[in-house]
């Protein structure tokens, strides 16, 4: 059961341009939200969180966006930057932190 | 800064072998977390751990796998009797258990059944 969604498995972006990564979920009982970064043969990092009484939070170059209703969420970064390039996942949990439910994730390379 | 480690980096065993998987979580941290990644695959909840005792597993978490912190430091994960399907990279997690929840992970244990 795929609570936690993130459809693109890469995405492409020049230096300096804005990256968009997505992230949709099923459950409605979710409350917060985290993304991470991951570099390969490294644990993952966290980078951003936002709760659900929220519907933006910004850190630098970093901003969660969440839309309730539609049951999506979405990180931009820019400007983006060659060390940006990761695999980045969004987690979701229900139940103040105790399981959070990662997506597949989604591959960034940042383009010199 | 503080950091999770875990030990060994990378486990080779047979199947049918118990293994055990070291991780030193944060130190003021309260939440104990074991994850796992099969290859290609995302990042999968195993289990979460408070107090001494587990609060949260999931179904991967069956009666092979048990967990434990047999001292201060010290987080473990045990699986009893390895199958080839458990080969995966297993990560720990810590967090304080207070908002906005995020977890610190480890690098991780690659674990190969052969």
């Known amino acids: 059961d795929q609570q936690v969604k993130q459809n693109s498995p890469s995405l492409s972006v020049q230096e300096g341009r804005i990256s968009i990564l997505n992230c949709d979920y099923t459950n409605s009982m979710f409350d917060y939200f985290l993304w991470y970064k991951k570099y390969p043969a490294e644990g993952p990092t966290f980078l951003i969180s936002?709760?659900?009484?929220?519907d933006k939070n910004e850190d630098g170059r970093f901003t969660v966006f969440l839309n309730k209703s539609a049951k999506h969420l979405s990180l931009h970064i820019v400007p983006s930057q060659p060390g940006d390039s990761a695999v980045y996942f969004c987690a979701a949990s229900a139940n103040t932190g105790n399981q959070f439910y990662f997506g597949t994730g989604t591959s960034l390379t940042v383009i010199p | 800064e503080p950091e999770v480690t875990q030990t060994p980096s990378h486990q080779v065993t047979q199947m049918g072998q118990e293994v055990i998987l070291r991780c030193v979580p944060i130190?003021?941290?309260?939440?104990f977390y074991w994850y796992r990644q099969i290859l290609g695959q995302k990042v999968e909840f195993l289990v979460s751990?408070?107090?001494?005792?587990?609060?949260?597993k999931s179904e991967i978490f069956d009666d092979q796998f048990s967990v434990e912190r047999p001292d201060g430091s010290n987080f473990t994960l045990k699986i009893r009797s390895t199958k080839l399907e458990d080969s995966a990279m297993y990560f720990c997690a810590s967090s304080t258990g207070t908002p906005p929840y995020e977890q610190y992970f480890g690098p991780g244990t690659r674990l190969t059944v052969t």
């Open positions: 130190s003021n941290h309260l939440y």
């Open positions: 936002i709760s659900s009484i929220k």
């Open positions: 751990f408070y107090n001494n005792e587990i609060s949260e």
